[in-house]
C-alpha cells in the first residue's frame, strides 16, 4: 500500500505557484519523498526527490518538514502543460527497490 | 536526465496472439527493469521486478506465464504477453534505475505502451 496522502485535485490559476501537499506520517529515517507526474496517455515523469533538506531544481522546489511527516511541492510559474497527475512516494534508497503509486493529485491548471 | 525507451508505444492484436513490448535504458544501464500496469483513470499497478541475467519476480495475481519478461542485457528488458485477451488490453509501462546512481536511486519511466487486443 502507498505510504501517502495527497488530496485528489486541485486548481491553479496560471502563471501563479501551485502548492500540492503530500503526508507521510508513517516515513522511516532512511525514506526519501519522491514527485512524479502523468501527464495524461505518458509515462511518470521525475520532478524531484529529497531526504531532509529542502531541494530545488529547474523544474520545481520540495519542502520537507522538520519532522518528514509532510512536504510539499511547489511550482512556482504553473503553465497549461504543468496540468497533469502528481505522485508523492516515500521509498528507502535501496538499489532494486520498486516504487508504489497512490492515486496521486490531478492539477489543473486554469488558463 | 536519463531516458527510457518503450516500443511499440500502440500495437493492436487479435485475440490468441502474443505480442512484445521493449523496454530500452537509452543513455545508461540497469540491473533491474520495472513493469507496471494502469488503467483508464486508475494508478500505476506494478507488475513485476526484472533482473538482469535472472528471473523475474512478479507480483501476486500477476501470471508469469502470460506475462513473460526477459531482461537480457542492461539497457533491455521485455515483456511479451501470451495468448493476449480483450482484458488484457491496457497501458504498459516500464522503468529502469541507473546502475550508477549517487542521489538516492530515482527511477525513469519509459513512455508507456497501449495494448489493444481485438
Known amino acids: 500500500d502507498a505510504k501517502t496522502t495527497q488530496p485528489p485535485s486541485m486548481d491553479c490559476a496560471e502563471g501563479r505557484a501551485a502548492n500540492l501537499p503530500c503526508n507521510h506520517s508513517?516515513?522511516?529515517?532512511?525514506?526519501?519523498v519522491y514527485w512524479y507526474r502523468q501527464i495524461h496517455s505518458q509515462g511518470p515523469q521525475y520532478i524531484i526527490h529529497?531526504?531532509?533538506n529542502n531541494e530545488t531544481n529547474e523544474m520545481a522546489s520540495l519542502i520537507i518538514t522538520e519532522d518528514r511527516k509532510s512536504s510539499t511541492l511547489i511550482l512556482p510559474h504553473a503553465t497549461l502543460r504543468d496540468t497533469a497527475v502528481y505522485y508523492c512516494?516515500?521509498?528507502?534508497?535501496?538499489?532494486?527497490?520498486?516504487?508504489?503509486f497512490g492515486p496521486g493529485t490531478r492539477l489543473s491548471v486554469l488558463p | 536526465g536519463a531516458v527510457v525507451s518503450q516500443h511499440p508505444s500502440r500495437v493492436i492484436c487479435k485475440s490468441g496472439t502474443s505480442v512484445k513490448i521493449e523496454c530500452r535504458s537509452l543513455?545508461?544501464?540497469?540491473?533491474?527493469m520495472f513493469w507496471y500496469r494502469q488503467f483508464p483513470k486508475k494508478s500505476l499497478m506494478l507488475m513485476a521486478t526484472?533482473?538482469?541475467?535472472?528471473?523475474?519476480?512478479?507480483e501476486q495475481g500477476v501470471e508469469k506465464d502470460k506475462f513473460l519478461i526477459n531482461h537480457a542485457s542492461l539497457t533491455l528488458s521485455t515483456l511479451t504477453v501470451t495468448s493476449a485477451h480483450p482484458e488484457d488490453s491496457s497501458f504498459y509501462i516500464c522503468?529502469?534505475?541507473?546502475?550508477?546512481?549517487?542521489?538516492?536511486?530515482?527511477?525513469?519511466f519509459g513512455e508507456g505502451s497501449w495494448l489493444t487486443v481485438v
Open positions: 529529497g531526504l531532509k
Open positions: 543513455d545508461f544501464q540497469a540491473t533491474t
Open positions: 526484472s533482473n538482469e541475467g535472472s528471473k523475474a519476480t512478479y
Open positions: 522503468s529502469a534505475r541507473p546502475i550508477r546512481d549517487d542521489s538516492g536511486n530515482t527511477i525513469y
Open positions: 508513517t516515513i522511516s529515517g532512511n525514506e526519501y
Open positions: 512516494i516515500v521509498r528507502v534508497g535501496n538499489y532494486g527497490q520498486n516504487f508504489v
